[in-house]
């Protein structure tokens, strides 16, 4: 099955600077990566997303990329608020069922 | 429009005993599924449907079962509640188009002694 590897596991950063997330998987069959943030007692929800067919996605201060020769993914977060602090987790999957495999999540603290 | 709701939202239960968590969603998805959550291993899938009445392993199935009776909810349920099950269990659900993306309940919090 999917396995997915997310690094780092803690991320500390100052307001106003860049943060990068990374991840690789797999299974070369996976054609779905998206990306969720967990507040603290909050239940995960999906901030971006990608699919295979594409290398690179934004969203205002968030962009994803994707490498799938080499099977890796990667968050990147600019101009970091306190409110960017929480847990990220990436996945990959997709297919029939839907199925999403996690990595094991960053803690990403934005110091103000 | 609630969404996906979990209950109960706390329960601490002795080893040895049973117990049932139910999820509802409202928004007519297709697929349904159970994950926990343990501090730096993510969410690990436990059983998943992909539709009323079919239901199917996921990463971590032991100890745990399913049932999707009804295409709204889901049920995980626990036969003989062991400390390794200790976790916080999300229910998550997603339509049929296939967009990817996974609407997660608020998540229960089981402690087991």
């Known amino acids: 099955g999917e396995n997915v590897e997310q690094h780092p596991s803690t991320l500390s950063v100052q307001e106003g600077d860049s943060a990068v997330i990374k991840c690789t998987y797999s299974d070369s069959a996976s054609n779905y990566f998206p990306w969720y943030k967990q507040e603290l007692g909050k239940r995960p929800q999906l901030i971006i997303d990608i699919r295979s067919n594409v290398g690179e996605k934004k969203d205002q201060r968030i962009a994803v990329t994707l490498n799938k020769t080499a099977k890796h993914f990667s968050l990147h977060i600019t101009e970091t608020q306190p409110e960017d602090s929480a847990v990220y987790f990436c996945?990959?999957?997709?297919?029939?069922?839907?199925?999403?495999?996690f990595g094991g999540g960053t803690r990403l603290m934005v110091k103000p | 429009n609630a969404g996906v709701t979990q209950t109960p939202k706390f329960r601490v239960l002795k080893t040895g005993q049973s117990m049932t968590l139910l999820c509802a969603q409202d928004?007519?998805?297709?697929?349904m599924y159970w994950y926990r959550q343990d501090p730096g291993m993510g969410l690990r899938l436990i059983h998943y449907s992909v539709g009323e009445g079919t239901t199917a392993k996921g990463e971590v199935p032991d100890g745990y079962n399913v049932s999707r009776l009804k295409k709204q909810n889901f049920l995980l349920g626990l036969e003989s509640a062991a400390p390794s099950q200790t976790s916080v269990y999300f229910c998550a659900s997603s339509p049929l188009s296939n967009t990817g993306e996974l609407f997660f309940g608020e998540g229960s919090r089981l402690t087991v002694l």
């Open positions: 928004m007519n998805h297709e697929y």
């Open positions: 996945a990959a999957g997709g297919g029939a069922g839907n199925m999403l495999t």
